[in-house]
């Protein structure tokens, strides 16, 4: 039987409206306002597929739509038309309940900035979307401890995330998107902000947990280099896969 991709976009439309005003002048000398509404295409016909235990690499030139994807695929953004499939599922509700249920449940996000509260633990950070998701705090503690493990960090789950360096900041990130065993994980730029060694060893650490979770992952970079280490590239240009 043929596998079916975790991540599916589907034809996937994005526009934004731009409103502007010119002035006009007739004849008589009278100036008037007139307003105007033009819509701005950001994303065309957008498909692509990411399929268990693979870490797909997003490329292109600034502005061509990445980011713009990926809040799309992890529910954060709206879509002109087009479909999104998650894990099977086709998404069609607009409840913001049951979008922020279904990204709990599904996807796991690293952003370029870590975005980690410095007034809790490590293990704190790392346990927050299930905290979030009301679970016991006790047991919230001992899965972040699991997730930590994965990233090689256990031994700093006390700590404060001021005192850890960059890398194991991002490392930290990882294991936060993954405490929740999500099918996806959305990645952008992960390793934007660190120093090439460290960057590889983070790229290597994501792609090393995707394949043993059996995690779909989209990542976007500017990296070449390890875009090339990816299972899959997809370029973007204008808001085009090509």
Do not use: W
């Not at 957008?46 to 990445?66: C, F, M, Q």
């Not at 449940?105 to 009301?134: C, T």
């Amino acid at each position: 039987m043929a596998m079916l991709p975790l991540l599916e976009l589907k034809n996937i439309n994005k526009s934004f409206l731009v409103k502007s005003s010119e002035n006009i002048l007739f004849d008589s000398g009278k100036v008037s306002s007139r307003r105007s509404e033009v819509r701005i295409p950001i994303l065309k016909d957008v498909n692509l597929e990411i399929y268990e235990s693979e870490l797909v690499t997003l490329i292109g030139p600034s502005g061509s739509g990445k980011t713009t994807i990926l809040q799309i695929a992890g529910l954060l953004d709206n879509y002109d038309s087009g479909d999104i499939i998650i894990n099977k599922q086709k998404i069609t509700s607009n409840n913001d309940d049951v979008i922020t249920r279904l990204r709990l449940q599904n996807i796991g996000f690293i952003y370029q900035f870590h975005h980690l509260l410095p007034e809790f633990s490590v293990a704190e950070n790392v346990a927050m979307p299930l905290l979030i998701s009301k679970a016991n705090y006790n047991d919230a503690i001992k899965y972040a401890k699991s997730a930590l493990a994965m990233v090689e960090l256990e031994k700093y789950a006390n700590y404060k995330t001021s005192q850890l360096s960059g890398g194991q900041q991002q490392r930290v990130a990882i294991a936060r998107a993954i405490i929740n065993n999500p099918k996806i994980i959305l990645a952008d730029e992960p390793t934007g902000n660190l120093d090439s060694i460290i960057a590889n060893n983070i790229f290597n650490l994501l792609h090393s947990i995707t394949r043993d979770k059996k995690i779909a992952c989209l990542m976007v970079t500017h990296n070449l280099e390890l875009a090339n280490n990816a299972d899959r590239i997809i370029k973007i240009k204008d808001g085009i896969i090509i």
